[in-house]
């Protein structure tokens, strides 16, 4: 699949997913920025997507912020979503992540996000119905969580020749010519690069109790059409 037509269905994804979000009771606002860390995950093909604008402005000071940042002890996945739900389906107990203490992220500047209109899945899920700062953790209702998961699963699946990780991780492969290159004649080697293969979607991570109510979702997600 062109690089060009995986960002478009990307971005009727997220469209359909901000549609979503805009129907519940948030406390997140403008400058609220405590979710704002480095532990965010994402595919390739959003690092793609996040290279090529920052690309755009003629400003090569993100690339030292990304490098500088990636040094740093970080978050990184063991496993992609879509794996994680095919152990599940088979009986196997996944790996623990290891959990690490969560950085600023290199981008933030004055409490705002300069990539805030092309941040990946990982940034646009991070929501709550009541001030984190306030009380130190988001509160996110179970259904949302497996909203947030099946995006997660086909954001995955239609970059199913990508890589995924870390969000510092990803970005600095993707800085590299070379490696965006491999990436669009999907040949980028994702283990070589401290990356995670993604998996296509095989298992969808929806209980019982909320298939009925998840159906209109996945049924956009269906008729997405470039």
Not at 11 to 37: G, M, N
Request: proline share 4%; hydrophobic share 35%.
């Amino acid at each position: 699949m062109a690089i060009s037509v995986k960002l478009a269905a990307l971005e009727k994804i997220y469209d359909i997913y901000d549609e979503f979000a805009a129907s519940l009771d948030l406390a997140c606002k403008k400058h609220c920025t405590h979710c704002c860390t480095t532990s965010v995950t994402l595919t390739t093909l959003e690092g793609y997507k996040i290279v090529k604008q920052l690309k755009s402005n003629q400003n090569t000071a993100w690339m030292e912020q990304i490098q500088r940042a990636s040094e740093k002890v970080h978050f990184q996945p063991k496993m992609t979503t879509n794996q994680f739900a095919q152990m599940c389906a088979a009986g196997i107990d996944p790996p623990q992540e290891e959990q690490l203490a969560s950085l600023t992220c290199p981008f933030l500047s004055d409490s705002q996000c300069p990539l805030y209109s092309v941040r990946p899945f990982g940034c646009r899920c991070l929501i709550s119905r009541h001030d984190c700062g306030r009380h130190g953790y988001a509160d996110i209702d179970d259904f949302a969580l497996s909203v947030n998961t099946v995006m997660l699963q086909t954001i995955e699946h239609l970059d199913a020749d990508g890589c995924s990780g870390n969000m510092l991780d990803v970005l600095r492969v993707m800085t590299g010519q070379e490696n965006r290159q491999a990436y669009q004649e999907g040949k980028l080697d994702c283990a070589s690069n401290g990356l995670i293969a993604n998996q296509p979607l095989k298992v969808l991570m929806v209980p019982p109790q909320q298939r009925t109510r998840m159906e209109p979702i996945l049924e956009s997600l269906r008729n997405i059409r470039i």
